[in-house]
């Protein structure tokens, strides 16, 4: 096998969606693997890029699907579905030429999501049809309810679970800002009636279309917003009789649209992509291999580590909203 000299460079783009803050990285024009203990230092603030999720662009594996959508939490753990990333790979894609297409089917750990890229740099994302059934969620319950019962640091709440593509549990509060995101957030991402963990949504309804929202994240901690959580929390708050089919979600980070039509429907997220700069960052370690001219539909590239010596070029300094 070829081996290319150690500390191979990899380009990557930071985007966020309201603040949600991603790397991304294009895996069909370069080598791309790396193990969980290197996407934990990228993804560390203060030793590395920082970012919420790493996302990667690579080939699909299916019929009439333009790319496959993976996605990282900075614990480094691999999960299904990141709907403010889908908005912001879909501006990637297209600002680095992979496609020009305006509507781009992904296909993504839970089955194909569609992109759709709209006037104004408003991306609308088919998030799919929310699932309540609690195996599939997955959620420990011996049947369906739209509210459980949970105890949890020596108290008893009251939460909707679902799963968006996701795992979700959503407990409705008066206030956002006094909300226990913190105390209550990790014990309930990590409570043994999730299985496979959870992302946990403190909903406050302002009106039947108005609703805010704080989110602790699976894998990543509390962030300023998130796609698939607002979408569990429209569902939670319908499912409950509290919202009507078209919410402004107004998260940390700013305002996403969210349209649940009801049962059997998917769940339509309207919002904003923003590219803030690229970069480059030297990965050490383990040799990566080099890239075959040709490479098979499935070809892997090494493992690295982020360098000592990382270096980063801003190319774009100025975050530019579209
Ligand atoms: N920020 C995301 C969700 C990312 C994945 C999540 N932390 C999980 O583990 O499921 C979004 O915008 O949906």
Redesign the pocket.
Known sequence: MNQARRGSVLNFTKMH?LG?DFVVVDAISQPFRLSTETIRELGNRNFGIGF??LLVVEPPGLPDVDFRYR?F?SDG?E????????RCFARFVRDQRLTNKKIIRVQTAKGVIELRVGKGGLITVDMGVPEMNPPAIPFAADRRKEVYTVEVAGQTVELTALS?????GVLLVDDVDTAPVTELGPRLENHPRFPA???IGFLQILDRSHIRLR?F????GE?L???????AAVVAGRLRGLLDARVDVELRGGHLVVEWQGEGSPVMMEGTATSVFEGQVRLAGEAQPRRRKSPGKNARQGDGKPAQNRQQRSRQTAASRR
């Open positions: 969606g949600n919420d999720q996605i939490n753990s999960v299904e579905q990141c709907g403010n990333g889908a968006m593509g996701n795992p979700h963990r959870a992302n989110v994240e699976r894998g990543a962030t917003a998130c796609g698939s959580g607002a979408c």
